[in-house]
């Protein structure tokens, strides 16, 4: 269900003031994508409803002064501030008009696959190098198309626009991803970020992906099993050695 909140503050704040806090800003709470091994789901109201701030931009533009540069203003902690509903209300497109006028760093992460942050190319560009774009390619429509996935494209084609991107295969698929290909097809000046796929502590959520794969990839079921109930990292543990010493390749969470 969607649902349209007024909000009294569009910040969220991790850190301490002065120690490089982030500063979250959600244009929307939940996510559209429904991605079976996304960690978020791990909050009981995740996917449930979605909620749209409704009057976030003009709550942004009385409270918004410019932060210290040794913070960081951070899209996508709460949603995906690029799914598809941000074609219907465009507040993140809104909410960047109103910070480009500073000087405060800015990080979006977003895996969608639809295309609408190439709609905001240009208001990207206009914040030059304190913007960066962390691109997932974990789409749950995209893992298995290898490395004619959109999410590597779109990626790529921010990174020629001047965009600073990062990657992110969080989580790796593994059987389903390639990921060696998936790092080849990505520009060699991308960073890009590794984890694992996490398994969850409630039995209903791994029952959900283990479905999951049962329908959409079933020659890969019993591999995935092993990992579901009896940890199996071994894939984990062989890219770690084969990437250790690349330094454009880092592993989340060591």
Known sequence: MIIEIDIDNPFTIEGQPD????IMIDPYDGCQLLCPYCFQRTDPDWNKNIYVKQNIVEVLNKNYSDHSTSEILYFGSKCDPYMQLESTYHLT???LEVLKKGT???MITTKSDNGLILDDLELLKSFGSRLTVLMGMANINQVGKGINSRNIEIANLLHNNGIKVWAFITPILPYIMDVDSLINALNPKIPIFLDKLRIFSEENLNIEMEDFIS???PQFISQYQRIIHNNDEEYYYELKKKYCNNPRIKFLFM
Do not use: A, D, Q
Not at 19 to 22: A, H, I, L, Q
């Open 93 to 95: 497109r809104k909410c």
């Open 19 to 22: 120690e490089g806090r982030t």
């Open 104 to 106: 405060v760093e800015v």
């Open 215 to 217: 329908s959409k990839y």
